[in-house]
């Protein structure tokens, strides 16, 4: 029997939004299409992630992406390129 992959809108991806509110560190959503998170933001290092092209006609899927890219990035404290502290 196939078994399916994981597909888009599988998932539970609300859960997983919400995690990402209650973690230390928070994703913040910085431009909305419509209901679709176009552009996030993480709070602690304000690192941006754009939700691709190709997803923002699927607001979950758009979540899904952003909610990728901050689970996978590595918090980097800005190194003098622009804050001072
Ligand atoms: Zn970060």
New binding site residues.
């Given amino acids: 029997m196939a078994h399916e992959p994981l597909k888009g809108g599988f998932f539970p991806f609300v859960s997983l939004w919400e995690n990402a509110f209650m973690a230390k560190?928070i994703l913040r959503v910085l431009k909305w299409l419509g209901t679709t998170p176009a552009v996030a933001v993480?709070?602690?290092?304000?690192?941006q992630f754009k939700a691709p092209m190709s997803v923002l006609t699927k607001t979950r899927d758009a979540q899904a992406s952003l909610q990728q890219q901050?689970d996978t990035?590595?918090?980097?404290p800005a190194t003098g390129a622009t804050a001072r502290e």
């Avoid at 990035?73 to 980097?76: N, Q, Y």
């Fill in positions: 560190r993480c709070e602690s290092c304000r690192q901050f990035h590595k918090c980097a």
